[in-house]
């Protein structure tokens, strides 16, 4: 089955840890975003990729970073930096356009807790 | 610049109730509107959109939105709410390379 795959589910490292956060999609699309959900903050754009080997930040890229090797896969990564890092991710994958005009596929998301 | 906003957090409901739920947008280009659903600890899954064309869309769980250009307004409501239908909802515009979201609305529906 075609979808997005965001591994592991659950994620604990201790502060000042760099952590990568997996995400693999098998539906063809060029575009991969990567969200981070806060209780009552909605969903915040980190990073988005619309083609292999190029992303743009998104409102709150501090502290994150980002790889676009290959299309299947847009790993992010949570460096030290990032001050409150604790936090729900979610990864999700769309046709890529000038226009966002089609949906976005969302993997089941990571939930990650610093200690 | 877009964005999104969606007044109410939380709105409980009793079951068999109709219930709507808010959203506002604003956006600087063509305006493609959506309402995703997210059941706890999942990711979100689009419930419907509006690209174009009739102003009332509608999903197959029974749920319509409304787009209104004069008030930058997309609704989402239905006639009638069941338990299953407890979850959070986010309304979100597209627009140039990317996805705004709204904060959420929680529905809670009450047996």
């Known amino acids: 089955d075609g979808g997005i795959t965001q591994s592991p589910k659950y994620l604990f490292r201790k502060e000042g840890q760099n952590v990568t956060l997996s995400c693999e999609q098998n539906?063809?699309?060029?575009?991969m975003y990567w969200y981070r959900q806060d209780p009552g903050q909605g969903l915040r754009l980190i990073y988005y990729?619309?083609?292999?080997?190029?992303?743009q930040k998104g409102d709150i890229a501090e502290g994150y970073s980002v790889s676009r090797e290959k299309k299947e896969s847009f790993p992010l990564t949570v460096t030290s930096a990032q001050k409150n890092p604790t936090a729900f991710y979610l990864c999700?994958?769309?046709?890529?356009?000038?226009?966002?005009?089609?949906?976005?596929?969302f993997g089941q998301g990571t939930r990650l807790t610093v200690v | 610049a877009q964005s999104v906003t969606q007044l109410d957090s939380q709105v409980p409901v009793f079951e068999e109730a109709p219930v709507e739920l808010r959203c506002n947008y604003s956006?600087?280009?063509?305006?493609?509107l959506f309402w995703y659903v997210q059941y706890p600890n999942q990711g979100l899954q689009l419930l419907l959109k509006?690209?174009?064309?009739?102003?009332l869309v509608e999903s197959i769980n029974g749920f319509e939105a409304e787009f209104n250009k004069s008030q930058t307004s997309f609704h989402l409501r239905k006639p009638s709410v069941h338990i299953s239908d407890t979850a959070e909802y986010f309304c979100?515009?597209?627009?140039?390379?990317?996805?705004?979201f709204g904060t959420g609305t929680k529905l809670q529906v009450i047996p």
């Open positions: 999700a994958s769309s046709m890529a356009g000038v226009g966002v005009n089609t949906e976005a596929f």
């Open positions: 539906l063809n699309h060029d575009a």
């Open positions: 990729s619309q083609i292999v080997n190029d992303f």
């Open positions: 956006s600087s280009v063509s305006v493609y």
């Open positions: 509006y690209l174009s064309g009739s102003t």
């Open positions: 979100a515009v597209g627009g140039y390379q990317k996805v705004t």
